[in-house]
């Protein structure tokens, strides 16, 4: 009771004096800064004097108290060297609060130069512990359980009055690396030490596991932009645990002038984004934890002509009031007026003004160019326009997962974008109805590839085939994947894909199916050719693929080969192959005993093209076929020699306008032969059709070719260029066996073939 009077008196006293000096008044308060720490500060609200050197503050003491519970404060640091202490070193509790006493150490204190009155003055940053919860934490007033709330300046002591406490949410997540972007050399480089400091002014290092990262204002502006590597600054890619963007600050994931290496950010925990994250084209971000946004177009994935940005989540993504992201696609080579030539694309977020059943986003969402925008539904079902619907109403909802054919006139590339909400989870495509519908057209939803050959393969195997066709406008053909054969195995962003049902059902998407992938990329497939036709005025390009396949048959499968798709466009360039039962794909397999050593395959190519020109037959996946096998290419138009495509992989030649399909034929030969006995090659000698031919997988040189019939009588006989491979030569139109004779320089080989017609 003795300390209350004392202290009565003491403060009378100093009131009273005050009256007839430097009246002074102060305010203290507990707020959330911007870090999202737990802050004690001070203002002076009145008077003539302040606080502005080392020797005039000579105590400073105070008293935060909280709901009792599992939550403990801790202090971080006093900034500006105010020295704060735990003067009770640890928690008190008093009634129904928990508390802390702080007050300063020993003298000299180091307050800023000066204060500015009625504004708030930074005393000491603090950090909450323990469970995950929120309560009311506030400056606890004079006396409270015998401690003094206390500012003495001068000698002559003050009290503060309390003016504002926090509900504050805990665990505090401390930031011990702050951006300042402060480096000369570097001011954008996430990897350059210089551009960070720690929570209480010290010097930075380069952010790795273990450090939580904060962007805050900074006056010069200078925001991360570059985070690939900086020689001698780092050589990793760039990593934290938690990273938090605040309101008012911006962070974009590029690397702009290290092309050659990728941007690939990891955060290990949660991402805050209270300002502005982009993720700039072939950038990616993984975030492990949670995502929070809470800013307009907080969240940005950029895409252009190079590429699009990647984001997956790992945990759950939440919004703010404001909080929003979009998503953009680039659309190339738009069509012209009066071509019919689309895109497939959907719904990249759910809409925030989507209203509709579910989550997607309006047809208005789509509209690239104010009435000259077309878009199309796919519905099978319809003979008219071939399956597609034209649409007109804005408000025609296009759901999550579903796809849609997009086209405008003005022939120009652009770029769509979308804001909404992030797709993350489990997301099912709309009713695959297999009544009506044998191909239904789909799209991706989230913001970073998506795995097809698990989602069909393995997820969704019982709905539809393990094949899509995509139409690529620029290339006027259709890009097709079947069982793991050409195409790409990873679809992008907002990009819609043609799947082939088998029953009615939904096509379910998931998380673990999501992907970081930029480039499409081909996997080396065993026993797959791929054969690229280009050429013409207006530089269309195809492809088909050929593949030898356990489970295949010479005839059409459905389960492994796809079928060809014209093009949409009527003077484009096409090339397919032929089923042995006749039916055009784009994706061949056949069994691979096909390519059993010694034997001849042959597949008929069918090429068309829209004018008269130069082209090109581009083949790749040589490597992926058996030591030893070769494959020709016969030009039946030209009748040539055949073209040994393991050496001569390019085939260029003319073509015109409505000539017949029926040109090439590839042909296919097993491993060389190598005798059982006495381990030496030989020349092969084999027949298709009319045809013989002579395969020399020795050093020998062929002087003379004799064909016999089975009554020895002479039938022909025939030279070859010296050094050639590969013969073949026509022998009769009469049914029957024949006698071929083959003489080198050191060997005669002989064998009897069947010619037939």
Not at 30 to 40: P, R
Not at 337 to 342: C, K, L, Y
Request: net charge negative.
């Amino acid at each position: 009771m003795k300390r209350y009077i004392y202290k009565l008196a003491l403060t009378l006293l100093a009131s009273v004096s005050l009256m007839f000096s430097n009246a002074q008044t102060f305010e203290s308060r507990v707020i959330e800064n911007d870090y999202g720490y737990l802050v004690y500060q001070m203002r002076e609200t009145s008077g003539t004097g302040t606080p502005t050197t080392s020797t005039n503050i000579v105590d400073i003491t105070f008293v935060v108290r909280y709901p009792s519970g599992a939550v403990d404060i801790d202090l971080i640091c006093s900034t500006n060297d105010y020295n704060i202490v735990d003067g009770l070193a640890g928690e008190q509790t008093s009634g129904s609060y928990d508390y802390h006493y702080w007050n300063a150490s020993n003298t000299p204190f180091n307050p800023p130069s000066n204060w500015t009155q009625g504004v708030w003055e930074d005393i000491a940053l603090f950090k909450a512990t323990g469970a995950t919860g929120s309560g009311l934490f506030e400056v606890a007033p004079d006396g409270f359980d015998g401690r003094d709330l206390n500012w003495n300046q001068d000698n002559t002591d003050y009290t503060p009055t309390v003016n504002g406490s926090v509900t504050y949410s805990y665990p505090t997540i401390v930031y011990d690396l702050v951006w300042t972007g402060a480096d000369a050399t570097y001011p954008t480089f996430w990897d350059v030490a210089g551009n960070w400091e720690t929570s209480c002014g010290g010097s930075g290092t380069i952010p790795n596991t273990g450090n939580n990262c904060v962007v805050p204002v900074v006056a010069n502006g200078n925001y991360p932009i570059n985070i690939g590597q900086v020689t001698g600054f780092g050589a990793h890619q760039p990593i934290c645990d938690y990273l938090r963007i605040n309101n008012g600050a911006s962070m974009s994931i590029d690397n702009q002038d290290f092309a050659s290496t990728q941007a690939i950010y990891t955060i290990n925990n949660n991402l805050k984004n209270l300002g502005t994250l982009t993720l700039v084209p072939e950038a990616e971000l993984t975030v492990s934890g949670s995502t929070y946004i809470d800013d307009a177009v907080g969240f940005v994935v950029q895409a252009n002509a190079s590429g699009i940005g990647s984001f997956i989540d790992n945990g759950t993504i939440t919004y703010g009031s404001s909080g929003t992201a979009k998503v953009q696609t680039y659309l190339s080579n738009s069509s012209g007026a009066g071509n019919f030539d689309i895109h497939f694309v959907g719904p990249t977020v759910d809409e925030a003004s989507y209203t509709g059943g579910g989550t997607g986003a309006f047809l208005s969402a789509f509209d690239l160019v104010n009435g000259s925008t077309y878009a199309y539904s796919w519905d099978e079902s319809v003979a008219n326009a071939n399956g597609w619907q034209n649409l007109s109403s804005n408000t025609y909802e296009v759901r999550t997962a579903n796809g849609i054919g997009l086209s405008t006139t003005d022939n120009t590339n652009h770029t769509l974008e979308m804001t909404g909400a992030l797709i993350t989870g489990a997301v099912s495509s709309p009713a695959l109805t297999y009544s009506n519908n044998h191909y239904e057209l789909i799209s991706n939803p989230y913001p970073s590839a998506i795995d097809f050959d698990a989602l069909a393969g393995t997820d969704n195997s019982t709905v539809v085939q393990n094949k899509y066709w995509i139409w690529d406008p620029s290339a006027g053909s259709y890009i097709t994947r079947s069982n793991g054969s050409s195409g790409t195995q990873y679809i992008q962003v907002g990009q819609g894909f043609m799947v082939e049902t088998k029953q009615a059902g939904t096509f379910d998407f998931t998380n673990a199916r999501r992907s970081h992938s930029n480039d499409a990329f081909r996997e080396t497939i065993p026993n797959e050719l791929t054969i690229f036709a280009r050429g013409g005025m207006d530089g269309y390009q195809t492809e088909a693929v050929i593949r030898f396949e356990e489970e295949a048959t010479n005839g059409y499968d459905i389960e492994w080969d796809a079928e060809f798709w014209p093009s949409q466009n009527s003077d484009a360039t096409s090339i397919r192959s032929v089923t042995e039962d006749g039916v055009e794909t784009a994706i061949n397999m056949f069994p691979p005993e096909n390519l059993a050593s010694g034997s001849m395959f042959s597949v008929p190519l069918k090429f068309d093209c829209g004018y008269t020109a130069e082209y090109i037959l581009d083949f790749s996946g040589f490597g992926s076929f058996e030591y030893g096998t070769e494959i020709y290419l016969e030009d039946t138009q030209t009748g040539a020699d055949w073209v040994y495509l393991n050496e001569n992989p390019l085939y260029t030649f003319d073509a015109a306008e409505y000539q017949s399909p029926d040109r090439f034929i590839l042909h296919f030969f097993g491993p060389t032969n190598v005798n059982e006995i006495d381990d030496v090659a030989k020349i092969d000698i084999f027949s298709s059709g009319q045809y013989a031919y002579v395969r020399n997988n020795t050093q020998e040189s062929i002087k003379m070719i004799y064909v016999y019939n089975l009554a020895s009588k002479l039938v022909m006989s025939t030279k070859i260029a010296d050094g050639q491979k590969l013969s073949s030569f026509w022998v009769s139109d009469q049914v029957g066996y024949y006698i071929i004779k083959v003489v080198t320089g050191a060997n005669i080989y002989t064998e009897k073939v069947l010619i037939y017609k």
